[in-house]
């Protein structure tokens, strides 16, 4: 994955290189004119003509100069390609045998990820708790952007699903430490766009409100669907469905 930063520079050496080509032809186009004024009688006419088309192309060369310059423009953002991350699915039965039922699977069709299957509905000490995600390793310096971006759709709009992230904090003594904010989505693809400033910090599902999500040492990403998250009454087990586009965003774009 190449960084926007890194594309952004080659992108300005290509504008100066464009620049400095333009500014040649200018300089070549004013001597013409130079020449011709110098050359030619002194005829009102003839003056009054070589003035207008030096005019005119000065502003052929102003707006060759401004349209390379948007062309070359950018705004800088990083992509993280879904479809060829190492992603691993994990439930309440994979990570607690014992009491945990719930089951998914992770399929890559068309260009998507779908992350779908049955969320159990285990009681624990403060009501029903249950979970599946998915999860992959990242390196993500968060630092220069302002918003996560991906657009997803969901077999029930109803089901509330969370994108958690890891830094270089997640060992904790009482536990593992995320960075978590929720979101729905509709039955037809939605554009879901969190700022990275929302998160919050977790540990076994509660708030840790000492801790700061470290933006330069992002190390994992997540999808997750959690029974404590959805409303009361919602079946169970739940039967869920989450399509994720091939392409999460980091973007700075209101």
């Given at each position: 994955m190449v960084s926007s930063r890194y594309r952004l520079s080659e992108n300005g050496s290509k504008s100066g290189r464009s620049g400095e080509n333009m500014r040649s032809r200018s300089a070549s186009r004013t001597r013409l004119i130079a020449i011709l004024f110098l050359s030619s009688p002194k005829n009102p006419n003839m003056i009054k003509k070589l003035v207008v088309a030096g005019i005119f192309?000065?502003?052929?060369?102003?707006?060759?100069?401004?349209?390379?310059?948007?062309?070359?423009?950018?705004?800088?953002?990083?992509?993280?390609?879904?479809?060829?991350?190492?992603?691993?699915?994990?439930?309440?039965?994979?990570?607690?045998?014992?009491?945990?039922?719930?089951?998914?699977?992770?399929?890559?069709?068309?260009n998507e990820l779908q992350f779908q299957g049955e969320l159990a509905a285990i009681s624990g000490n403060e009501g029903l708790v249950g979970f599946a995600f998915i999860e992959t390793p990242v390196f993500l310096d968060l630092t220069a952007y302002k918003y996560i971006e991906f657009y997803a759709k969901s077999q029930d709009p109803k089901v509330v699903y969370t994108l958690k992230i890891k830094d270089d904090q997640e060992e904790q003594s009482a536990g593992i430490l995320t960075f978590e904010q929720e979101f729905v989505v509709g039955t037809e693809w939605t554009r879901v766009k969190l700022p990275v400033s929302h998160f919050q910090p977790k540990i076994r599902g509660k708030l840790a409100n000492n801790f700061e999500l470290h933006l330069s040492q992002v190390r994992s990403l997540s999808f997750q669907i959690n029974r404590s998250n959805q409303e009361v009454g919602s079946p169970i087990p739940l039967q869920f469905a989450l399509d994720i586009s091939s392409k999460v965003y980091l973007i700075n774009q209101d």
């Open positions: 192309l000065t502003l052929i060369n102003f707006t060759n100069r401004a349209s390379a310059e948007v062309s070359n423009f950018e705004d800088p953002k990083q992509a993280l390609v879904t479809i060829e991350a190492p992603w691993v699915v994990k439930t309440d039965k994979t990570e607690r045998p014992s009491v945990g039922s719930s089951a998914a699977t992770l399929l890559k069709v068309d």
